[in-house]
Nanobody, 124 residues
Framework: QVQLVESGGGLVQAGGSLRLSCTAS????????VGWFRQAPGKEREFVAA????????YYADSVKGRFTISRDNAKNTVYLQMNSLKPEDTAVYYC?????????????????WGQGTQVTVSS
C-alpha cells in the first residue's frame, strides 16, 4: 500500500509559477510510475503528466507541454511538478497517483494509488 501526500498548491497570478510535491509513505515509489492529474470544478479529472520508474521517460498533456515539468527523486520518495507560465485555466485540484509499471513505461491510466489533492488557483 502506498500513501501519497501532495503539497505546494496555492494562489498565484497568471504567468506565475508553483512547484507541487508528492511524497510517498508506507512503501517507496520503487517499481512505480507516478502521474499528476487535475480536476477543475464541473469537469472530469484529466491527465497532466507522468514519469516512469526510472525517471527517464516522461509524458505530458498537450495543454501543459512546454510549461510544466515532472521529475522525481527516488532517494527522497518524492515526485515534483514544476508549473510555469500558469494560466487561469490551470485552476484545479491537482492529484498525484502511482501504479506499478516497467522501468521506462509511462502509463496514462490505471493508477491504483491516489493522494488527497492540493488546490491550485490561478488568478487573471
Amino acid at each position: 500500500q502506498v500513501q501519497l501526500v501532495e503539497s505546494g498548491g496555492g494562489l498565484v497570478q497568471a504567468g506565475g509559477s508553483l512547484r507541487l510535491s508528492c511524497t510517498a509513505s508506507g512503501r517507496t515509489f520503487s517499481g512505480c510510475a507516478v502521474g499528476w492529474f487535475r480536476q477543475a470544478p464541473g469537469k472530469e479529472r484529466e491527465f497532466v503528466a507522468a514519469v516512469s520508474w526510472s525517471g527517464n521517460s516522461k509524458y505530458y498533456a498537450d495543454s501543459v507541454k512546454g510549461r510544466f515539468t515532472i521529475s522525481r527523486d527516488n532517494a527522497k520518495n518524492t515526485v515534483y511538478l514544476q508549473m510555469n507560465s500558469l494560466k487561469p485555466e490551470d485552476t484545479a485540484v491537482y492529484y498525484c497517483a502511482a501504479r506499478t509499471a516497467g522501468w521506462d513505461t509511462v502509463p496514462r491510466s490505471g493508477y491504483a494509488y491516489w493522494g488527497q489533492g492540493t488546490q491550485v488557483t490561478v488568478s487573471s
